[in-house]
């Protein structure tokens, strides 16, 4: 418990330490006159390891923001996918119709529109913090090579896990190396892959030197080679990859948990499925799991106003518009009622709308732990549980039903109110409220099951499919579930038990995009015969392939009910760079992404490492 608390005082204290005012008030000339009003400055603050180390708390505690609040930036990665859209259906503004309301000119960062901006400027902030540990590497005094080398590896990780999302998400991008001490206005794109290839430069020293078990929310070197796994495969480097993810499954403390642990182990109602992501078992030393994490722990100074909002965000808008078969409202969020369900399964808004894929098809196994009654809610387990009801109506306190004997539905609104949930995975007490939205808890920011999924793609690519299907089978294994015969294995197998095992974990849109630059700089036919060429990407890619083929959303001709239709295009593959970054380059050329306005600027990205 101490290092948790440990961890969420260097939050609170980092925020405070990079923390920069400028005031300027007046016009007369004494005003203008600089007085030091302390000596809080770079070369004070840097000169030992600890004051260094500020900027790294500062990357920690930012890496939480994407799973945290009320429409987490989280969830623009996955309705940008198969899994997901945006299920706001009462108003204009959410992400629906992507054609319409994604451009460099939109509103990108507002958590009634979308969280694409948001991406740019923290990505850019936290290469930013991690660029003054790199460049000011040197001026502390170290007691070993160790202790430096710990945090120049740590704050490596720290931007390379920026890039690594930021190519993905925009492509060719503005590479910084360096810390930036005075304005700059003459930025240009480098292309992606010379961006990775200095990544996992930096990644191989950082796996050397970063400590395997440092205090929780920390870097570990099983999150380097996690990360350095996912560079790998996108550089196409199989070979490697299957090594660093190797030293993270095999050269370490690391291990899937496949039997009972923590809070509830007792409760034989549960399984390991359900330990795995309460929120007191994240961080548990026993949790062999958990690769890298974010902290947030209620009543710790540090935590994050609001906590997760989980059930919020990803559970339906179910009490409310979901009638009894006799006309009555049948479900209200009321809670210390006889069917108390707000705080049992959380008052949810029904933002993030998961697809029929990923709730319905692409469960495979009716013994699979994650689709379990009791981890995993269908809408038909929940109960009419309005008081009203009681005395008057005899569908009080029975299942919910989505039709009538004669076929005619009981809500308004399939979109919003009515579809299945991951309980498991979504379900955080929040003592905070007296609707229950989700309240604080840890996260998994990477987990072993991942890094098992990682390798069998990097077994596939290899077309080793007896070892992929080993990799992917060990988590499907721990879910209770059949193993998949190595023939069938593709990267679409491999999709799928990633959607089953990391919903509301992995940046879905990101993963995504990154296979699609796998497919077309290969040019390896996917599972539906086609092949893909870097050429034409933006026109002709598996990631818009692969969202047509499971979402029953997008492009089907589906309308909310204020009439905005859920349309995606393959240009979609790559977000648009916001404006406003381009336009205040003045000296510069920042590229757009084709598809948008602003790409017949665009200029030939840099090739090479700046100076």
């Not at 809070?263 to 690769?291: F, S, Y």
């Not at 909310?560 to 393959?570: A, F, N």
């Amino acid at each position: 418990m101490n290092n948790i608390t440990n961890t969420l005082n260097r939050y609170a204290k980092g925020a405070a330490l990079l923390m920069l005012v400028a005031v300027v008030a007046g016009c007369d000339k004494a005003r203008l006159e600089p007085k030091p009003l302390s000596f809080f400055a770079p070369e004070n603050t840097f000169n030992d390891p600890e004051g260094l180390r500020a900027t790294l708390i500062a990357c920690e505690r930012n890496m939480r923001y994407e799973w945290y609040g009320d429409n987490p930036p989280i969830i623009t990665e996955a309705i940008f996918s198969d899994i997901a859209v945006e299920g706001t259906t009462d108003k204009s503004g959410p992400a629906q119709n992507m054609n319409l309301q994604i451009t460099p000119d939109a509103q990108l960062n507002a958590i009634d529109y979308n969280r694409i901006g948001w991406y740019w400027l923290e990505g850019y902030k936290g290469i930013k913090y991690a660029n003054v540990a790199i460049s000011r590497i040197d001026q502390p005094k170290y007691t070993s090579e160790q202790q430096k080398n710990e945090i120049l590896g740590a704050a490596y990780f720290h931007r390379a896990f920026r890039y690594y999302r930021l190519v993905h998400q925009f492509g060719d991008i503005p590479l910084i190396l360096d810390e930036v001490t005075e304005p700059k206005l003459d930025f240009y794109s480098t292309k992606r892959e010379v961006i990775l290839q200095k990544m996992k430069e930096d990644l191989e020293f950082a796996e050397k030197w970063v400590p395997v078990n440092p205090d929780k929310g920390t870097v570990t070197r099983g999150a380097v080679s996690h990360l350095l796994t996912k560079i790998n495969l996108s550089l196409g480097l199989f070979n490697d990859a299957i090594k660093s993810a190797g030293n993270a499954i095999d050269g370490g403390p690391h291990r899937l948990m496949t039997t009972r642990f923590g809070v509830n182990q007792n409760d034989a109602t549960r399984n390991v499925i359900w330990d795995l992501h309460r929120p007191e078992n994240k961080a548990l030393a026993n949790n062999t799991e958990a690769l890298l994490l974010v902290i947030d722990r209620l009543l710790i100074d540090g935590n994050f106003e609001g906590g997760t909002q989980s059930m919020r965000n990803a559970v339906p808008f179910w009490h409310n518009n979901v009638n009894t078969p006799t006309g009555n409202r049948g479900t209200i969020d009321t809670y210390s009622i006889e069917f108390d369900q707000v705080n049992k399964y959380g008052r949810g808004i029904g933002r993030l709308r998961p697809t029929w894929y990923s709730t319905h098809s692409v469960w495979d196994d009716k013994n699979d732990l994650r689709h379990a009654p009791g981890n995993w809610m269908r809408m038909q387990d929940l109960v009419y549980n309005n008081p009203a009801l009681k005395g008057k109506d005899t569908y009080y306190g029975k299942n919910l039903q989505l039709r009538t004997n004669t076929g005619a539905l009981l809500t308004i609104d399939t979109i919003r109110c009515w579809f299945d949930w991951p309980h498991y995975k979504l379900f955080v007490p929040d003592p905070e409220r007296v609707q229950a939205q989700g309240g604080h808890s840890d996260w998994y920011v990477f987990r072993l099951a991942e890094t098992h999924l990682l390798r069998a793609e990097a077994y596939f690519w290899k077309g080793d499919l007896a070892n992929a299907a080993k990799d992917l089978n060990a988590v499907r294994a721990r879910a209770g579930a059949a193993p998949i015969a190595p023939a069938k294995i593709n990267i679409g197998t491999i999709l799928d038990e990633r959607a089953r095992e990391l919903y509301y974990e992995e940046p879905r849109k990101t993963e995504l995009t990154r296979i699609s630059y796998i497919l077309a700089m290969t040019g390896k036919p996917a599972y539906n015969g086609k092949t893909y060429s870097l050429n034409d990407f933006s026109d002709n890619n598996f990631f818009y392939d692969r969202i047509m083929e499971k979402s029953n959303f997008y492009n089907k001709g589906v309308k909310t009910r204020h009439g905005d239709e859920y349309l995606i295009s393959p240009y979609h593959v790559l977000w648009p760079v916001p404006s406003p970054t381009i336009q205040g380059n003045t000296r510069g050329i920042i590229n757009q992404n084709k598809g948008y306005a602003g790409y017949e600027r665009n200029v030939p990205p840099l090739t090479a490492l700046p100076e």
